[in-house]
């Protein structure tokens, strides 16, 4: 059975995991969940995860949510003898923390920053700034004391598709990072040496951009969390 796998098309972790399937060359069913029209919401997707989050992998019935979780799994299982997941404990330490690092800070800082008021009642403050340039000259100085090519190794890894589609979001608001040199040049070398991946990272940057430019009306979602921006009509 091919995979299954649940994404909203601009989201930076539906788009991880595609790159990742892209790059392992392993064929999969993309599903579009409709994020506007609230599909994951449904009781039907919390059947197959409760958090009602995307993506959601489905091999053959096994459901996997959360986009480390995912990565891992498919290296695992489908291509465990890859370098995009090393075998070197040391080495996957370090793509682990990278992973760990995006969720817990450089994504969770800069996506609260980027994407947040874009789809939300939220606005962009100073401390929300502060914190993008914290996550930023952090992930910075990791890149300085490794030394490496890549996020974590002079390869690229599954540790490199986070940290790019996070980083994206901060390119589709217009935010200048070009003084954290190391982050600068990994980000445009990405661009240049994965054209292929990058496509589909970019494809999504056009489509944040266009509801950053009309900012969608999601009132409606009722959402548990986030609150509802009054737009304007």
């Known amino acids: 059975m091919v995979l299954k796998l649940y994404v909203v ?24 969940v409709n994020y506007g029209a609230g599909e994951h919401m449904t009781e039907e997707y919390a059947l197959m995860n409760p958090q009602k989050e995307i993506p959601v992998l489905d091999d053959d019935g096994f ?4 986009s480390n979780a995912i990565l891992q799994y498919i290296c695992d ?9 090393p075998k070197d404990p040391k080495v996957r330490a370090i793509v682990n923390q990278r992973l760990c690092f995006n969720l817990s800070s450089y994504y969770a800082n800069i996506s ?7 789809f939300f009642d939220y606005e962009r403050t100073p401390l929300g700034l502060k914190k993008v340039n914290i996550a930023l000259d952090v992930f910075n100085t990791y890149l300085e004391r490794l030394g490496t090519k890549y996020a974590a190794a002079d390869h690229l890894t599954i540790a490199d598709f986070p940290l790019i589609n996070s980083t994206m979001t901060l390119e589709a608001i217009g935010f200048d990072f070009s003084k ?9 070398d990405f661009k240049k040496n994965h054209p292929n991946l ?28 986030h609150p509802a921006r009054k737009i304007n009509k």
């Open 112 to 118: 609260a920053y980027t994407m947040a008021p874009i």
């Open 63 to 66: 459901y996997l949510s959360e």
């Open 198 to 225: 990058w496509k589909i990272s970019d494809e999504a940057m056009k489509e944040i951009q266009n509801f950053a430019a009309n900012p969608p009306d999601l009132s409606h979602l009722n959402h548990p969390i």
């Open 9 to 32: 098309s601009d989201g930076p972790p539906s788009l991880s995991v595609r790159q990742a399937l892209a790059q392992l060359e392993i064929p999969f069913q993309q599903i579009d």
């Open 180 to 188: 954290y040199a190391k982050i600068h040049k990994w980000y445009d």
């Open 77 to 85: 299982k489908y291509k465990p003898e890859s370098p995009l997941y």
